[in-house]
């Protein structure tokens, strides 16, 4: 086999790529991935108020940068998550003993090697699915694991959730336990989320199972903190969005005439955050045509991080899923959630 082949998988939207025996890619175009993130560039600067998705965070070194949140004593997300799945896995491995596993969103995969050590006292191989639009974490954390783990084989998947799970339900009839963690289903508006919950189920088989992990609703000082750490390390992630498009789209943005700005919104129970205009000042990115204009203190809405009630969490998949288990800490400030489709 010759390992640096690259190929079109079957699905014509994806390039397949061998690297190893045990692991192989499937990726976007990256004229798909342009033409993408130009289009949400220019709809969501030319709309009032302006907006940016958060998918589009996650570059090379905003995937950097989000590692070095989770470190941050503020954030206490991924701790608290990680205990958590500590506690509970051994049962989910039971409940889990055959098929393969999927992870959405799966970043440096800490979490995962959690998931990984419970399943393999229990067997001999297992395939992983990791699906990831940042195309160099996904790499680097998958070489990592192939290096870790003898009798584990990977498919990394560059691409949105809904593309990548769509392309491993083609790929593979196995059984699937997928998982979403860091309360990554927050960043969808509630309807969003209900949609997004279905579109999982209608993905995986009878017997299948979904784990996802969600942040609860809190004390809002727990919540103004844990976005706005100490060190700024959430502002620099933040601030590197304008560094993308200024990289990706030739743009000219002077971050520094940004200011990060991350709150609690305890009606919409979000934390939502934004760019804030320093001054009055206008912007030009080449690679969309377009001068953008600020007023100052205008922002731009680059994410939401919806946190969550019991009783939102039972609205939001009852359609969709029954629940087998929840987990939880002791201060019930985050929710690991294990469910089988309603099919
Ligand atoms: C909040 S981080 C969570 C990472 C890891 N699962 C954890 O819990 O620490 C979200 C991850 O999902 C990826 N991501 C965000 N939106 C995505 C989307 N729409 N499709 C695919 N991946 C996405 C990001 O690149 C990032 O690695």
Same mark, same amino acid.
Do not use: C
């Given at each position: ?22 692991? =192989? ?37 905003? %995937? ?33 003993? +055959? ?59 560059? #691409? ?8 491993? =339900? ?22 969003? #989320? ?61 971050? +520094? ?8 919104? +305890? ?9 804030? %205009? ?35 969490? +039972? ?29």
């Amino acid at each position: 086999m010759d390992l640096s082949d690259i190929n079109m998988a079957s699905d014509q939207s994806f390039i397949k790529k061998l690297t190893h025996e045990r692991l =192989k890619y499937y990726l976007t175009p990256s004229d798909h991935n342009y033409e993408a993130f130009s289009n949400i560039v220019e709809i969501g600067l030319t709309s009032k108020p302006k907006f940016l998705l958060p998918q589009y965070l996650y570059d090379e070194k905003g %995937s950097k940068l989000f590692e070095l949140i989770t470190e941050q004593p503020e954030y206490y997300v991924t701790n608290v998550e990680i205990s958590i799945l500590e506690s509970s896995v051994n049962e989910i491995a039971d409940m889990y003993n +055959e098929g393969i596993l999927v992870e959405l969103g799966s970043g440096n995969s800490r979490k995962t090697k959690v998931i990984l050590n419970a399943l393999f006292t229990r067997r001999d191989s297992l395939r992983y699915f990791p699906i990831d639009i940042s195309h160099k974490i996904l790499e680097e954390s998958s070489e990592a694991l192939l290096k870790e783990y003898q009798n584990l084989s990977i498919t990394g998947v560059v #691409a949105e959730y809904n593309k990548g799970i769509t392309l491993i =339900k083609k790929d593979t009839p196995s059984r699937k336990l997928v998982v979403l963690l860091g309360s990554s289903l927050g960043n969808f508006n509630p309807a969003e #989320a209900k949609k997004f919950v279905k579109m999982i189920s209608d993905n995986i088989q009878d017997g299948d199972m979904f784990l996802i992990g969600l942040d609860m609703h809190k004390d809002s000082n727990i919540l103004n903190a844990a976005y706005n750490d100490s060190r700024g390390i959430t502002a620099q992630f933040n601030l590197n969005i304008l560094e993308r498009i200024n990289l990706e789209l030739n743009g000219n943005f002077n971050s +520094e005439k940004f200011e990060h700005h991350a709150f609690y919104n +305890e009606s919409k129970r979000r934390v939502e955050m934004h760019l804030v %205009s320093k001054v009055e000042q206008e912007v030009n990115i080449r690679g969309i045509k377009e001068i953008i204009k600020f007023k100052k203190d205008e922002s731009i809405h680059t994410e939401n991080s919806y946190k969550f009630t019991s009783e939102q969490i +039972e609205n939001m998949i009852k359609e969709s899923f029954q629940i087998v288990k929840i987990w939880t800490d002791k201060k019930k400030w985050y929710s690991v959630i294990l469910m089988t489709p309603i099919k």
